[in-house]
């Protein structure tokens, strides 16, 4: 037995605690006998103190076992492997790599999340895929992955119910900027989805989380060594986010993004680059490829010969979205009353954009989140955005804006010059896409 207040008064004074006291600490976090101010308490030590591995491992893995654990105890006959990315604007990849990495061989339970602020949410994409349940029961959720060969769903509260009580302590108290907490709050919920292997990609630029990209590096160095030390082989890859990942950004939009890419009808170049390579990762860590260049080759077949798609559309029918989605998404999807042309005010060649605020646009229109419980317009968004390099003005607009009001399009007409630095003169492309790999 222990006192809560003994195991913080040895994190304040920097003696490492012992995998039995965080045990116990996060035991009295998920039955509420640990107050809120106790958990402040804690999670400010950390912030000021930090966490050594063998602690991390402890936290991560007790918060893990905090709830349910997802056991996919009949899919023995191929590697188990999910992707987590940090956030960031336009990032649809997780609907075209699940689907790529099970047409390459292995099963990919996904469980994500819902956007927040500038960050567009995986689960809120699919959420416009009319009929798509994001909320199965976990039979449900074992079935398709196991009859289609991967499943994306949204996080539920049964998983790491510690990590959602202390991460709302931590956002009141000043304590959610801590890399160790972020790993063990990351990598709580990827463990708890019943997974043997994990790439990560950590976004960084001026649309990241991590924007700085020293931390950032920090953040995917901790995964890795906390995810190692739990037994789930992991890989991070660190990727820019000083532009919109894709050309749109919307959450139908994205979709429709996604589908056209793995019909192989249109693809952004940085958007394939990055789902290529987390593909390629993914197949490695698991297992199924000897290296990067063989991993290559099998992400390009399953792309070209349609197998990706057809994953897409089964995994959407499984989980009871529209059916022939392929062919069907320009029907079904919802689509704005409004498509317009917006220019910047000037003519010439991108030179940077912020790309925070450009992901706050959608939010601004309605399809994004300020606050966890605001209901998201699916329709909205801008289409074939610029990007660095290109030019605007004259017959260029930045995007086309869609829309169901005059007044949004006046907002984001006021908003967009603010955004985008226009140059006269010619501008190179941003051709820095992936920083390191870990």
């Not at 499943?151 to 108290?173: F, N």
């Not at 077949?301 to 197998?307: L, P, T």
């Amino acid at each position: 037995m222990f006192l809560i207040k003994d195991i913080i008064a040895k994190k304040r004074d920097k003696i490492e605690m012992s995998e039995a006291e965080i045990q116990f600490f996060i035991a009295g976090v998920t039955s509420g006998s640990v107050s809120n101010e106790q958990i402040g308490a804690f999670t400010m030590a950390v912030v000021l103190n930090g966490l050594s591995n063998n602690e991390q491992v402890a936290l991560t893995t007790a918060m893990r076992d905090s709830g349910d654990v997802i056991r996919f105890n009949n899919l023995t006959d191929k590697p188990i492997v999910d992707k987590h990315s940090t956030g960031g604007v336009s990032d649809a990849v997780s609907l075209a790599l699940a689907p790529i990495v099970a047409a390459a061989g292995a099963y990919v339970p996904m469980v994500s999340g819902k956007g927040l602020g500038h960050t567009g949410g995986t689960v809120d994409k699919l959420d416009a895929i009319p009929g798509y349940n994001t909320t199965p029961t976990m039979e449900e959720f074992t079935r398709v992955v196991q009859g289609v060969g991967c499943a994306i769903i949204g996080q539920t509260k049964s998983l790491a119910p510690a990590d959602g009580r202390i991460y709302a302590v931590r956002d009141t108290t000043a304590t959610v900027a801590s890399i160790p907490l972020i790993a063990s709050s990351i990598l709580s919920k990827k463990l708890a989805s019943g997974i043997n292997f994990l790439v990560m990609d950590v976004k960084t630029g001026n649309g990241a989380f991590m924007q700085d990209e020293t931390e950032a590096t920090h953040l995917a160095q901790s995964i890795v060594n906390i995810a190692n030390g739990a037994g789930v082989k992991t890989q991070a890859v660190i990727t820019d986010m000083n532009e919109a990942l894709g050309r749109n950004i919307g959450n139908a939009l994205e979709v429709a993004e996604i589908i056209n890419y793995l019909t192989n009808s249109t693809a952004d170049t940085k958007l394939d680059y990055v789902i290529r390579t987390l593909a390629q990762k993914m197949i490695v860590v698991a297992g199924i490829a000897k290296d990067d260049a063989t991993a290559k080759g099998i992400v390009s077949r399953v792309i070209a010969n349609g197998e990706a798609a057809t994953v897409f559309e089964n995994m959407v029918g499984a989980l009871g979205g529209t059916k022939n989605i392929l062919t069907k998404y320009k029907e079904v999807l919802p689509r704005s009353s409004m498509q317009t042309p917006v220019y910047v005010g000037s003519e010439g060649f991108i030179q940077s954009m912020d790309t925070t605020e450009l992901g706050m646009l959608l939010v601004h229109l309605g399809g994004g989140r300020k606050n966890a419980g605001d209901t998201i317009d699916y329709s909205v968004g801008l289409e074939n955005v610029a990007k660095i390099g290109e030019p605007v003005g004259g017959n260029n607009p930045v995007a086309i804006l869609h829309h169901n009001t005059d007044e949004q399009l006046k907002d984001i007409q006021q908003r967009l010059p603010k955004i985008f630095t226009v140059s006269a003169n010619p501008v190179e492309q941003n051709k820095k896409i992936v920083y390191k790999e870990i």
